[in-house]
C-alpha cells in the first residue's frame, strides 16, 4: 500500500510532502485535534511507520498511534485518538486503549519518552495481533483478535507537532516467521537475537511465572548464529550463576544486539525473582518457541513439549507443578483467589479496587483516588488494592493533594481482608484484626501502636508529590519506603497474602498509584546491572568484550542507573530531564566510579526552564549508584551524603553552612560547577571554575560524585579533557539561554551583531559574572596583575567601547589600564600586564600612551590612577585610524593616531593593582558619525569628587563620653573605653554607603570600632549627654541593631554568624570601615573600600547607621557624602515620605513633595466563574461557593505606585481567607482555575502568612496572618523600583515579599473561603491611626505620640479604626474566659471594638512597634505582646485631664480571685489581699526611700504594689497564677493569666531589682536591676485595661 496519509484528518492538521508530513497547526495554543489516518487499509504484514519531526515542550502527552475499523472517509474525526470508538486499538504512553477504555498497561516503550527523529511503527501481522514498532524494534503483542480491515491510526498529540511517513511495508526479517503453528511449537526459529528475545521477553510476560529463557549456552549460541542448536530449558534449569565470557570475536552481533540480548535476560531473571520464583521452570515452558497467544487464562495445552504449560494458572501434574509462592501462580491452582479466575500476568497492574470507602472517588483507570469534600469530612477515605500483593513486588503510591485544615494525614500498610467482602471503616486503625498500618512515624498492628518511631519521617509531615511505598518480602517482613528510601523491616512474619490499603485521612485528599516496575525503571535496572558486569558494555571499543580494556582511560561518566525523571545520553556524558516542564525533582544521577582524591568532578549546566524554584544541586555520596534506590532529591538522603544547595552545605539532610558560597539556584545556561574531595578529606566546591573554599572535613575516601537536576536545572555535561563539548542545546522553547558569572561556555560563537560582552579567554585572576558585562579580579587583596580581559568580538568603526569602575581597593599603586590590541583572543597568550605586549597593541596607562610595550606620549588629557569608583572609561577607533579615550562620557581627544584602518581590533582592559571590578555600560555602542572622525583637540581631565554630594554627619545625640568636631564629621571619645555610639544624622537610603576613617587608637584598651544599622531613631533619645544610652553597642537592645564586634555579626546582642570577613579588632589608625543597606534588604560592610559580603539579611528599611567608639579606637572621622539634596525634588516620594522634618510636632501636611498621578485600576472582566462585578469594575464579589473567586486588574500596576484594595464583606461560615499577589503575564486569555494556588507560571503569591511562587512556598512567617484581616482592612501591593514585591496593611509596609518580579505585572486577588468581597480604594487611604482630614506624613509621627499604635489625640479610648480583629480567634477564646469569670458589665468599656489583641497575627496586622514612651518624663514600657486587653471604663474626668496623658504605663499580675475587689476600687490597692502582687515593706519617713533617721518613729510595715513596664516580669506565674478552665466552644481545656495594664504617676514609684532571683534577662529592653517598681501610694495607679492570656 502507498505510505500516504489520508486526505481527511483533524480540524487543526495540515498535510504537505504529497500527504506524507502531517502537521498540527497553533501547536503551543492547541494541543490536540490532530488525527491522521493511513490512506488505504493496512495489509498484514505491513508496519505502517512515522518519523518524529518536531516537538514542543508546552504541553504533556505525546504522540499516540494504532489502528481503527472506521473508514476515514466517513469519520467524524474526535479531538484525541482516545476518542474512537467502534473498533479502535490505541496505543497511548505505555498503555494499549481499546475503544477509549485500557485493556493492558505498561506495554512496550513510553511513546511520550520519544524525541524527535525517532521512529514509530504499527503492524496488524497475520494472527489479528497488534504489534508496535519503535525505531526498528517490535515491542510484542499489544492486543490480539483483530479485524482484517483496519486503517493506520496516529494522532499527533500534546508535545507531538509534526510528523512524516517513511514506510509501509514488511519488516525486513519477518518473511519467514508465519509458519505452521504445529512446526513452532517443535522448535524455534530465531532469525534474529532480537526477535529471539522479543519473543521470550513476551512469552514470559503474558503467563505468570513462566519463564523461557535458554540456558547460558544457549544464549552463546544464539549469539553465534546457530540457533538451531538451542536447547530447551525445562523447569529444572536453575538460572545461571554467572554471565558468559567466551563470546567469539568474530560474532556477526552488534554491540546493540549484544546489550538487548543481556537485557531482556535479566528482565526476564529479576522478574522472576520479584514475583517470588526460586525456580526457571515455574509451571514449564514448552519448547521455548511457543505462541504468545496461547498463553491465556483457561487454556489446556499443559503437558506437550517435556512439560511445558501454557496454562497462566498453574502446572499440570506431568508438567511437575511449580514453586512460586506468589498468590497467584502456585502448582494446581490459585491461592487466595476464588477458582477459575485464571493466573495473574504481569500485565495485571496494580489498581485499587472499586469497592472502596464513602467518600472516594475513583479515576486514571483506578489508578488514583481522591476524598470528595475534603474541607468538609476528614475520614471515609480507605482505598485498597485490586489483588492482592506478590512477594517483593512494591506497592507505592504518590501523594498529588493536601488540604491544610485538619490534624493527621495519609496512612498506608496491609490487611488480609478481602475488598469484596470487607465493610470498610471510617479509618482503616479502626479495623480490629489482620491489619499493619504506617501512621504518622509509628506502626499501628490491629489498631494498636506497637512501634512508636519506626523511621525518621512522619507520614503527616509529607508534601504534595512525595512518595510512599510498601513491599511483602519473600521472608515475610513489611518494609516501607519513602521517597525510595528503604525505611527499614517494620513488622516481621506478615501473612503470605495480604491487600495494599491507603487511608486518605485528614490532611490527604489525593493519591496516584506509582507503577515502580515500568519499562523506564526496567531497563535502567538492566543497565546497571550490566554496567557492574561490564563497564564498557554500552560504549564504543574495539571488540566485543565482558572485560574492560585495561588500557581504556578511566572516564568519570554518569552511571545509567538515575532518577525516575532523569535520563542519561551521550555515552553517559550528559543528563537531563526530558519532561523538566512538567516534573520538578526526580533528577538525581551519580558518576559510574568513585572519584580520585582531587579529582575534580564538573558539569556545566546545558538547559534551563524558568518555571521551577531552586536549580541544579551537586556533592558526593557514599552510596553505590548500583544498588542505591534514588530519592526524589539527594537532600533526602539521611546518610553518607553531602550537597552544596542554593549558597549553603547539608549533610546528611542537615544545613551545617548557610552562607558557604555563590548561590547555584542563580546559575544560568554554560554555568559549571564542580567538586572534589582532597586528600586531607576535606570537600571543595567550584562555580565556574571558582574555588568556594572547603565545605567539610573528614569525608571518606570512596565517594561518587552526585547531581541534582533539580528545579530549574533541566541538563547538564560533564567535562572533562577526553572529548569536546557538545554545543549548548538551541532551544528556544525555554527562551533564550542566559550566560551567568562566569560561564566557561558564555559568548562564545558570539555573531558580530550581538551585545558587547568580555571573552570567555582571559587572564588568570580575572573572573567573568553576570552574563558576560562584569569583570574582576579575584585575590585582590593579595594578586594585583593577571587580570586582563578582553572584548568578545572586534569594535566597528566608531563604536564605543564603555566600562565603570565598581571596585577599588586601597592596597596597590597604579590602577586601570585600557586600550585596543589587533591581536585574536584565540590567540594571546595572556601576559601578566598588557603592557608587556610588543606588537599590535595601544594602551593607556596612568597619562602614558602606549604602543607595543612602549610609550609614544605622556601627559595625556587624563590619568587613569587618579579614577575611582563610578568612573567611567571608554574607547573608540575611528574610520580614520584615530584612538579615543572617553571619560565620563567626555571625548579626551585623540590619543594616537596610525591605528591599521579596516584591520579587527578589540577592546582590552587590565585590572591592575588598585582597580578590581568594571562592568559594560549601556552607552556601548556606535557614537554620532561626527565624532567618529572627529580630531578634537587635546584637553585637561577635570577630576571630580569621588562620590557626589555633600559629607555625611554625625547626629548630635551619642554617647556620654563622644564629643563631636568639625560640623558633625568627626568623633572623639574623651574618657573611659565604653559609651562611644554615635549615629548617622540621617536614616540611609537604599546601597548608601556611610565610611568612616579611624584617626587614632589607644592600644591601652582591648577591643577596637564596632558598625552597624539599627532602627532606634536617635531625634526620639533625650537631649546629650546620653547617660541612659547603652555603653555599648552590642547592649544596645530596645530596638533592632545589627552589628559587627571584631569579626562576629550580632542581631540585639544575639551572635549570628561567626567568622565574618576581616576582623575589626586588626584595624589600625588610616583604615576605612563602611556600612551599607543593599536593596536586597542585606547590611554589607566595607573595609578600606572592599566589600565583605552580605552580613545579615531581612535588615529594616528605616535604619540609621551606628557606630561604637570602643577599645582602642578613639577617634574616626567620615570619609562618605550622601546624594546632593536637589536630586530630591525630582525624584518621586517614597512611601515612607521621608521627605517631612523629622522634629516636626504639629499635624502640617507635607511640603515640597511632588505629586504623583496614578494611574487608575479597575478589575478586568476577565475572572472566576463565581465573580460578580460592579461599581464601575471596581468592586468584585463571590456570589456562590467558596472558590472560583480570581481576579485580576484591567492594568499593570506601575513600578512605585501603591495598589490597594478594602475588605468589604467576609461570610464566616467558610475557613481561610482571601490570598493576592502579582502575576507576570497578561490575564485578557488567562483561563482561571478554582485557586490562585494552582496558577504555576509567573506568579509570586501571598496566603496566610507565607510566600509563594509559582505555588511553592518561598518565604514563611511574612507579614500577619490575611486569614485574620477582618471586613475594613485595606490591604495593597507594591513593585518597587529594584523589582521587590511589598505587602501593605492599612498603610504599613510589611517589608520586601519576593524579589525580580517582572514588569508588567499585574496585582490578582483571590476572594476565597470567608472573604466574599472587596473594592478597589481610589482615594488617599490615611495611617493606621490617622483622624479624618489628618493628612499629616507618617514618617512625622514621633513614637512618642504613640501608645499601642494610637495616636496621643485619640489616646485611652483606642480609636475604632484600630481594632482590627473581629475575626481574631484567640481574642475570641479570651473573650469566652472573660465571660466566665461573670464580672459586671459596668466596669468595661461598652463599646468592644476598643479591645486589641496583642496575638501575633493582630499587632503584625496593625504594625505595633515592640516599645514606646509616655509621660512626662518619657519612660519606655513594652506592649504585652500574647495578651488580649479588654478596656475598662474610665472616669469622666481622667478622660479630659490633660495630666492624665503624663502618667507612665506599667502592669500588674494578680490572681483572678483578686480580680473583682481590684475592679471595685478602680485602682491597685496597697491593702490588696493578692499574696502575688502585694509585700510588706517598711515605712520610711516623709514619703522617702532613704534610710530612717535616728529619732524616727518605730518602724511598721505596710504592704506595696509590684508593677513592671513589661508583661514578661508581671505576668510570670509567681504574679499572675495560672487557673484551668474549660472553653464552653470547643470543650477543650486551656489555662489562663490575668493582669492589669495601668497607668502610674510619675514620682509615685520606686525602680529596683526583680526580686526572684532570676539571673537570665527577662526583657531585651528592660534590664534585670529596673524591671519591677514599686508604690505604695493610693491614688497612684489608674486601671486602664484588663489583660488575658490562654495557653
Not at 497475520?126 to 482484517?148: F, I, K, M, Y
Not at 521517597?483 to 517494620?490: L, T
Not at 560592610?1085 to 535604619?1103: L, R, S
Amino acid at each position: 500500500m502507498a505510505a500516504e496519509l489520508h486526505p481527511r484528518s483533524g480540524k487543526l492538521i495540515g498535510l504537505s510532502n504529497s500527504n506524507r508530513t502531517a502537521q498540527r497547526n497553533q501547536p503551543v495554543q492547541e494541543f490536540n485535534h490532530g488525527l491522521v489516518l493511513s490512506r488505504e487499509p493496512l495489509r498484514d504484514r505491513d508496519v505502517f511507520t512515522v518519523r518524529i519531526d518536531k516537538k514542543v515542550n508546552s504541553w504533556s502527552g505525546s504522540i499516540e498511534i494504532g489502528v481503527t475499523a472506521l473508514d476515514p472517509a466517513a469519520l467524524d474525526f474526535p479531538s484525541s485518538a482516545t476518542g474512537l470508538k467502534g473498533g479502535s486499538w490505541i496505543v497511548s504512553g505505555c498503555s494499549v486503549l481499546k475503544d477509549g477504555r485500557s485493556v493492558l498497561e505498561e506495554y512496550g516503550r513510553d511513546l511520550d519518552q520519544l524525541g524527535e527523529g525517532d521512529r514509530v511503527g504499527i503492524q496488524r501481522n497475520g494472527r489479528g495481533e497488534l504489534h508496535l514498532w519503535v525505531n526498528g524494534q517490535d515491542c510484542g503483542t499489544a492486543a490480539s483478535g483483530l479485524p482484517s480491515r483496519l486503517w493506520a491510526v496516529v494522532d499527533l498529540y500534546g508535545k507531538c507537532t509534526q510528523v512524516t511517513v517513511v514506510s509501509c511495508e514488511p519488516p525486513p526479517d519477518t518473511e519467514d516467521q508465519e509458519e505452521d503453528e504445529e512446526e513452532r511449537e517443535e522448535e524455534v526459529v530465531s532469525p534474529s537475537p532480537a526477535a529471539l528475545t522479543t519473543e521470550v521477553c513476551r512469552d514470559h510476560e503474558d503467563r505468570t511465572g513462566a519463564l523461557v529463557l535458554p540456558a547460558v549456552p544457549a544464549l552463546a549460541s544464539v549469539m553465534n548464529g546457530s540457533a538451531e542448536e538451542v536447547p530447551e530449558v525445562t523447569r529444572g534449569h536453575s538460572r545461571p550463576d554467572k554471565f558468559p565470557n567466551n563470546f567469539e570475536p568474530d560474532t556477526v552481533l552488534t554491540e546493540h544486539q549484544l546489550f538487548d540480548v543481556f537485557n531482556n535476560a535479566i528482565v526476564s531473571l529479576y522478574r522472576s525473582e520479584d514475583e517470588g520464583g526460586e525456580d526457571l521452570g515455574l509451571g514449564g515452558a514448552g519448547g521455548g518457541g511457543s505462541d504468545p497467544s496461547r498463553a491465556g487464562a483457561g487454556s489446556n495445552n499443559g503437558a506437550r513439549g517435556g512439560g511445558g504449560n501454557e496454562n497462566g494458572s498453574g502446572g499440570s501434574a506431568e508438567g511437575g507443578g511449580s514453586t512460586n509462592n506468589s498468590p497467584s501462580g502456585n502448582a494446581g491452582g490459585t491461592a487466595g483467589m476464588p477458582v477459575g479466575t485464571g493466573g495473574m500476568t504481569t500485565n495485571d497492574a496494580l489498581l485499587f479496587h472499586e469497592k472502596c470507602g464513602t467518600l472516594i472517588k475513583l479515576s486514571n483507570n483506578n489508578k488514583t483516588a481522591e476524598r470528595r469534600r475534603p474541607l468538609d469530612e476528614f475520614n471515609n477515605g480507605v482505598v485498597m488494592t485490586n489483588r492482592p500483593l506478590r512477594h517483593n513486588e512494591m506497592f507505592e503510591i504518590r501523594i498529588d493533594k493536601l488540604v491544610d485544615k485538619w490534624s493527621g494525614s495519609i496512612e498506608i500498610g496491609v490487611t488480609t481482608h478481602n475488598p469484596n467482602n470487607l465493610d470498610y471503616p471510617a479509618t482503616m486503625t479502626n479495623l480490629r484484626s489482620g491489619t499493619i498500618m504506617m501512621s504518622g512515624c509509628g506502626i499501628l498492628t490491629n489498631g494498636k501502636g506497637t512501634r512508636r518511631e519506626y523511621c525518621e519521617f512522619s507520614l503527616d509531615e509529607l508534601q504534595e508529590g512525595d512518595h510512599i511505598g510498601l513491599m511483602r518480602k519473600a521472608s515475610g517482613a513489611l518494609h516501607f519506603y519513602i521517597n525510595g528510601i528503604d525505611q527499614g523491616v517494620a513488622a516481621n512474619q506478615t501473612p503470605g497474602v495480604v491487600y495494599g490499603v491507603v487511608d486518605l485521612y485528614g490532611m490527604a485528599v489525593k493519591v496516584t498509584i506509582v507503577h515502580n516496575h515500568n519499562h523506564s525503571d526496567r531497563l535502567r535496572r538492566n543497565n546497571a546491572i550490566m554496567r557492574a558486569l561490564s563497564p564498557d558494555v554500552g560504549r564504543p571499543r574495539p571488540a566485543l568484550s565482558l572485560t574492560p580494556d585495561p588500557e581504556a582511560p578511566d572516564r568519570l561518566l554518569f552511571h545509567p542507573n538515575c532518577g525516575q525523571k532523569a535520563a542519561i545520553i551521550g555515552d553517559g556524558r550528559t543528563a537531563l530531564r526530558p519532561h523538566a516542564t512538567d516534573d520538578f525533582n526526580h533528577g538525581v544521577v551519580l558518576s559510574n566510579r568513585p572519584l580520585h582524591s582531587n579529582e575534580v568532578f564538573q558539569v556545566r549546566i546545558d538547559k534551563m526552564v524558568d518555571k521551577w524554584a531552586g536549580s541544579i544541586e551537586i556533592g558526593v555520596t557514599t552510596h553505590n549508584p548500583a544498588y542505591l534506590q534514588l530519592p526524589s532529591t539527594m537532600t533526602n538522603l539521611r546518610s553518607g551524603t553531602w550537597m552544596m544547595t542554593g549558597n549553603g552545605v547539608m549533610h546528611n539532610g542537615t544545613t551545617i553552612l548557610d552562607e558557604y558560597g555563590h548561590n547555584l539556584d542563580r546559575l544560568k545556561a554554560g554555568d559549571t560547577v564542580g567538586v572534589v574531595r582532597k586528600d586531607d578529606g576535606s570537600l571543595h566546591f567550584f562555580v565556574n571554575g571558582v574555588p568556594q573554599g572547603p565545605a567539610a572535613w573528614n569525608v571518606p575516601p570512596s565517594v561518587y560524585a552526585v547531581v541534582d537536576l533539580y528545579g530549574q536545572a533541566a541538563q547538564a555535561t560533564i567535562m572533562d579533557d577526553m572529548a569536546d563539548l557538545p554545543p549548548l542545546p538551541d532551544d528556544n522553547s525555554e527562551g533564550p539561554t542566559a550566560m551567568s558569572p562566569g560561564s566557561p561556555c558564555s559568548i562564545t560563537g558570539a555573531s558580530a551583531a550581538s551585545d558587547l560582552r568580555f571573552h570567555q579567554l582571559h587572564g588568570t585572576n580575572a573572573v567573568i559574572t553576570n552574563g558576560g558585562r562584569t569583570a574582576l579580579r579575584q585575590n585582590c587583596r593579595s594578586e594585583f596583575n593577571d587580570a586582563i580581559v578582553i572584548s568578545n568580538r572586534c569594535l566597528r568603526d566608531g563604536e564605543l567601547f564603555e566600562i565603570v569602575i565598581q571596585k577599588m581597593v586601597d592596597r596597590w599603586s597604579g590602577s586601570i589600564e585600557a586600550g585596543v590590541t589587533a591581536i585574536r583572543p584565540e590567540e594571546l597568550e595572556f601576559p601578566n600586564t598588557m603592557t608587556d605586549i610588543d606588537y599590535d597593541t595601544w594602551m593607556l596607562s596612568g597619562t602614558a600612551i602606549m604602543q607595543d610595550g612602549n610609550t609614544m606620549r605622556n601627559n595625556y588629557g587624563c590619568d587613569l590612577d587618579s579614577l575611582s569608583t563610578g568612573s567611567r572609561i571608554g574607547m573608540m577607533r575611528t574610520a580614520s585610524g584615530d584612538l579615543h579615550y572617553y571619560i565620563n562620557g567626555v571625548d579626551q581627544g585623540v590619543a594616537c593616531t596610525g591605528l591599521p584602518p579596516g584591520k579587527e581590533v578589540y577592546a582590552v582592559i587590565d585590572l591592575y593593582g588598585q582597580c578590581v571590578q568594571v562592568s559594560i555600560t549601556s552607552s556601548s555602542g556606535p557614537l554620532d558619525n561626527s565624532l567618529c572622525t572627529s580630531n578634537i583637540t587635546e584637553k585637561s581631565f577635570p577630576i571630580h569628587s569621588p562620590v557626589a554630594g555633600v559629607a555625611h554627619r554625625l547626629h548630635n545625640k551619642h554617647g556620654k563620653n563622644v564629643v563631636l568636631l568639625g560640623d558633625g564629621c568627626q568623633a572623639v571619645r574623651v574618657g573611659g573605653y565604653a559609651h562611644g555610639i554615635v549615629f548617622s544624622a540621617k536614616e540611609l537610603k537604599t546601597d548608601e554607603l556611610f565610611e568612616v576613617k579611624i584617626n587614632e587608637v589607644d592600644e591601652q584598651w582591648s577591643g577596637s570600632l564596632r558598625i552597624g544599622l539599627t532602627t532606634l531613631q536617635p531625634p526620639d533619645l533625650p537631649s546629650c549627654p546620653l547617660s541612659g544610652l547603652s555603653p555599648s553597642l552590642t547592649q544596645l537592645r530596645s530596638k533592632v541593631t545589627w552589628l559587627l564586634a571584631g569579626s562576629e555579626v550580632r542581631r540585639n546582642g544575639v551572635l549570628q554568624r561567626q567568622n565574618y570577613g576581616c576582623s575589626l579588632d586588626r584595624l589600625t589608625v588610616g583604615n576605612r570601615v563602611g556600612v551599607k543597606r543593599c536593596s536586597d534588604d542585606t547590611m554589607h560592610i566595607f573595609i578600606d573600600g572592599e566589600d565583605m559580603g552580605p552580613a545579615a539579611t531581612a535588615v529594616a528599611k528605616n535604619v540609621y547607621a551606628v557606630l561604637d567608639l570602643y577599645g582602642k579606637v578613639t577617634a574616626v572621622s567620615i570619609v562618605s557624602s550622601t546624594l546632593v539634596e536637589d536630586t530630591e525634588s525630582v525624584k518621586a516620594p517614597s512611601l515612607s515620605s521621608d521627605s517631612c522634618s523629622e522634629g516636626e510636632e504639629d499635624s502640617t501636611p507635607c511640603e515640597n513633595e511632588p505629586t504623583l498621578v496614578p494611574m487608575a485600576m479597575a478589575f478586568l472582566e476577565n475572572h472566576g466563574k463565581n465573580i460578580q462585578l460592579s461599581n464601575q469594575n471596581l468592586t468584585a464579589a463571590r456570589v456562590s461557593s467558596y472558590n472560583q473567586g480570581l481576579l485580576v486588574t484591567a492594568q499593570p500596576v506601575p513600578r512605585q505606585q501603591l495598589f490597594q484594595f478594602q475588605i468589604d464583606r467576609l461570610n464566616s461560615s467558610w475557613t481561610s481567607s482571601l490570598s493576592l499577589g502579582v502575576i507576570g503575564h497578561s490575564p485578557d486569555r488567562l483561563n482561571f482555575p478554582s485557586t490562585a494556588c494552582c496558577l504555576k507560571r509567573s506568579v509570586w503569591l501571598l496566603q496566610r502568612d507565607s510566600v509563594f511562587h509559582n505555588s511553592l512556598k518561598i518565604c514563611e512567617n511574612y507579614g500577619p496572618n490575611l486569614d485574620t484581616c477582618p471586613e475594613g482592612t485595606v490591604l495593597g501591593l507594591l513593585v518597587d523600583a529594584n523589582g521587590c514585591l511589598h505587602l501593605y496593611v492599612n498603610g504599613m509596609d510589611q517589608g520586601v515579599a519576593a524579589q525580580d518580579i517582572p514588569s508588567p505585572c499585574y496585582p490578582l486577588i483571590d476572594l476565597y473561603g470567608q472573604c466574599e468581597q472587596v473594592t478597589i480604594v481610589t482615594s488617599h487611604v490615611p495611617a493606621v491611626g490617622a483622624e479624618s482630614g489628618d493628612v499629616r506624613c507618617q514618617g512625622d509621627m514621633e513614637k512618642a505620640d504613640m501608645v499601642d499604635g494610637i495616636k496621643e489625640s485619640v489616646c485611652w479610648t483606642p480609636p475604632p479604626a484600630v481594632n482590627p480583629n473581629k475575626t481574631c480567634e484567640y481574642q475570641a477564646l479570651c473573650s469566652r474566659f472573660k465571660d466566665l469569670l461573670t464580672l459586671p458589665d459596668g466596669y468595661f468599656n461598652e463599646d468592644a471594638k476598643y479591645n486589641l489583641c496583642y496575638c501575633e497575627s493582630c499587632h503584625k496586622l496593625r504594625g505595633d512597634e515592640a516599645y514606646y514612651k509616655r509621660g512626662e518624663p518619657p519612660r519606655d514600657y513594652a506592649l504585652p505582646f500574647g495578651w488580649c486587653r479588654f478596656a475598662l471604663r474610665i472616669k469622666p474626668h481622667c478622660e479630659v485631664s490633660n495630666t492624665f496623658k503624663k502618667w507612665h504605663i506599667a502592669y500588674h499580675g494578680t490572681s483572678v480571685g483578686s480580680l473583682r475587689r481590684t475592679l471595685d476600687h478602680s485602682q491597685l490597692l496597697p491593702e490588696s489581699s493578692s499574696v502575688f502582687s502585694a509585700s510588706p515593706v517598711k515605712a520610711e519617713s516623709h514619703g522617702s526611700y532613704g534610710e530612717p533617721e535616728e529619732n524616727s518613729a518605730p518602724e511598721r510595715e505596710i504592704p506595696c504594689v509590684r508593677l513592671s513596664p513589661t508583661m514578661r516580669y508581671s505576668g510570670l506565674e509567681v504574679f499572675a497564677p495560672k487557673v484551668q478552665f474549660r472553653d464552653p466552644r470547643s470543650l477543650r481545656c486551656h489555662h489562663a493569666q490575668v493582669g492589669f495594664q495601668v497607668c502610674v504617676r510619675p514620682g509615685s514609684y520606686k525602680v529596683g531589682p526583680q526580686s526572684l532571683g532570676i539571673s537570665e534577662p527577662l526583657d531585651p529592653r528592660f534590664s534585670n536591676t529596673e524591671i519591677e517598681w514599686i508604690t505604695k501610694e493610693k491614688g497612684g495607679t489608674l486601671l486602664y485595661g484588663l489583660l488575658i492570656r490562654v495557653e
